[in-house]
């Protein structure tokens, strides 16, 4: 569980919250995953606020390690004797199925870059200085620990043809050392209320058909990893122009989703490659090697694998007789 002890220390800090006045009646502070204030943006409104997102290291080791138990879970409740086992490099996964003479041992790749991080809230307990400001960056939120901390999950309201949030508390962080605050939060969640897991998938199904078409106009979109820079027409309010040239993004290409980025693409299909050649052949085993990936490659799949899945991988040695 180490894991995911590394990602709570860094998941929420005290520092560079955000007040969003919007409405004036109902201010709230938010703790930000990605480059855009999470309330305006789904009325279609861009305020800058730099994101707090941890480093891809620190996610990948913790999202790893959880899509590799979900497909463990999955496995056995569909019955398959399958034992799922994490590993380390240069595989991230072995899968080891029992069912077959001889064993099949599957040694897996894993890209688990998550579609959403949605961001965190927690209501005003003062209001800050120069709340006369549209957003203001607060440099300390000093009542972070003890504080009730809520996961804001965009809602669709059909009725209305409009997005708003739905909130949804975790618990409150007690202190520095309380690292476990947020799992076991969610847990009670998840097992209290149903409607948070409900409402929570059907954000993600919308947000998965907005990041495949690419649907800019869709406010959604602009919660999910990789989705780049602010459509242009949009009023852009504080926004970061970049170093060089042209403005911030709301979340960088860098942070694309699962195996769906053109570098992952590229070095996860020559690490398969790699282990597919190095292997030793022996007759108690028959070995696969595999890409395992929370997203497939949908935006990316006719340019990098349609040319290419039904090519068949061997040694010269093997071709002999063909
Ligand atoms: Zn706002």
Known sequence: MAVFSKLAKVLIRDTNWLYCPNPSDHPLYYYTYTNTCPRCVLKGEFYFHAAHKPESGTIGAATRRLLILLMQELLRRKGHKVEVRAASEPVDAIFVDYSTTPTMVLFAEVKSAPLLTPSLATRLQQIPIGSDLPHVNLEDHVSLYQSEIYISVPTWHDDLKEWSGTYFSIGTRESLND??????????????????????????????????????????????????????????????????????????????????????????????????????????????????????????????FDAIQDVVWTHSDDTKGW
């Open 179 to 304: 690292t476990y605050w947020a799992f076991t939060g969610i847990r009670k969640l998840l097992i209290s209320d149903p409607k948070f897991f409900q409402l929570y998938i059907d954000y993600w199904i919308k947000s998965f058909a907005s990041y495949s078409t690419r649907n800019k106009s869709d406010p959604v979109f602009w919660f999910t990893n990789g989705c780049g820079q602010p459509p242009s027409g949009k009023k852009l309010k504080y926004w970061k122009q970049r170093a060089n040239t042209g403005i911030e993004s709301v979340s960088d290409g860098k942070s694309s989703v699962g195996m769906d980025r053109t570098d992952d693409i590229k070095k996860s299909v020559y690490q398969a490659l790699k282990l597919g050649v190095e292997g030793k052949r022996t007759n108690d085993y028959n070995y696969r090697v595999g890409i395992i990936s929370n997203i497939h490659a949908v935006r990316h799949f006719d340019d990098y």
